[in-house]
């Protein structure tokens, strides 16, 4: 396998995941190759500077590559999973950017046997979707979960890791259904929240004009992740409905004992009670 | 009634809030007088620059203001209030920094006839409590909820505003019910389902010592304000209850419909609904 300064990077899908990976991987591999549907994106991509060369079709973009990065929405990597095998050449390595990794993986496991299939999840990401806001320190300094398979080689995953590293992230990896467990909990599960959250705002408030002069930062900093993709969010939550079900419901469960805990009203117990949560917060957060 | 540039402004207790105003405030007032019950706390003060003058006892510390700001938890505030009247000079304004209003502005209404009560709330904060973490700037830019009662004068509340944009704030008139409950759903509420969220977290991933690497930008934003001062937060969940009570009841109706959504699994309906509240939040912050 080559040294990733001697590949060829194709990267399918230049949205903001993709079009920052691009840029952020330009001047680091031999040539950053973006595959788009459409000429425009292509053409934007490069007026960005953020890719060598583009391509409107997936059969001659990665044609040549010896790194493939499917960065489009989990259903849209499961459908060109089924169908990228025979375009890849001799020992290419292909990875994904999907947030969910379980059913990507068990395709990926379908994949030809002369492609090493590397799964990944960068931890990171906007609220403002599209190229448009690409931004090639996006990766930096975040985690970069690497999901190999029992097939991907040592040298495979290798790579994988120097793309990361490369990009400015850490790389980590784990194992499909743990990634998708933590990250259920810790990422989709606060998107539900934050809709469920503008939900209620909107319910109660939005007959008072004073609601947006009141509008405190616990509100919007809790309701931020509300304004994600909604066709990437969508992905997300058919991909992993399980662990996040699970996870709603040890939520509401939660927060059915802090209402009876604000109805008994309780002050010894309500004190207790915060101030664990409180010391919770700060260790996870020093 | 004077300019504000022409009184001697008294801050009882010398927290976060209240050595934030306190800094603000000098050079804007005559003197700016601190008043907290540990000399220590006063010797702080002094040497951030933050006061002009400091006393630990409140009869002398409020024996010649002609503006008082009560900056302490709310129930120390309705403490405070009971017993505060009859050491204030004639004409004296009376106001509070407290984030709950109903119960205050109660009280606040059995002041001795000489005194001029405003009810105020500034929609400002850190999770990080304390004197040391005082800043000047805190309140520039950010709402200042005013809260006069019947017999506040035009005079009184004139002042009040004078004072809110001295420090930079911009003042906001409401009654003290409707603040309570547009406050209990943008950040009482917020606050609990930040708890909730970090007993959640704590519950389904604290076994796991990679969570904390994969831990995303959403569970640090959605989880901030559980980080929140306890005993603050106690006196604020204690004094507006009701209000509280009723936006988690709203909250937990709208996260039920989304579980089912979730559950239901049907594309064209999560799309639509996400996408519906995905546009509000857009609206709330464009």
Known sequence: MK??????????????MGGSLAGALRGQCRAVVGVARRAETIE???????????ATD??????????????????????QLAEIGPLLPEGCLLMDLGSTKAQ?????????EHVQPLGGHPMCGKEVAGLEAADP?????????????????????????????AVGACPLVLGP??????????????YLLACALVATV?????????????????????????????????????TNREEVLKALDVYQTQLHDLVQLVEGGDEDEMRTILSTIRERRLEMFP
Not at 44 to 54: E, F, W
Not at 104 to 112: G, Q
């Open 202 to 238: 909107d319910a109660l408030t939005s007959a008072d004009p004073a609601a947006w002069e009141v509008v405190a930062g616990s509100f919007r900093d809790a309701s931020r992740v509300a304004a994600s993709d909604v066709t990437m969010m969508l992905d997300i939550l058919l």
């Open 58 to 79: 997936l059969t001659s973009g990665v044609r040549q590559a010896d790194v493939v990065v499917l960065a489009t929405p989990v259903r849209v990597i499961l459908r």
């Open 177 to 190: 259904e743990r990634q998708d467990h933590l990250v259920g909990v810790v990422s989709h599960l606060p």
């Open 44 to 54: 934007t991509a490069l007026a960005l500077g953020l890719i060598d060369r583009g």
């Open 3 to 16: 040294r990733l300064a001697d590949t060829q990077v194709a990267i399918v899908g230049l949205g903001l």
């Open 104 to 112: 990507i993986v068990a395709e990926m496991a379908r994949l030809p």
């Open 137 to 165: 320190a996006l990766y930096r300094g975040r985690t970069f979960i690497l999901t190999p398979l029992e097939r991907t080689s040592e040298a495979a995953l290798g790579l994988g890791r120097a793309l990361a590293q």
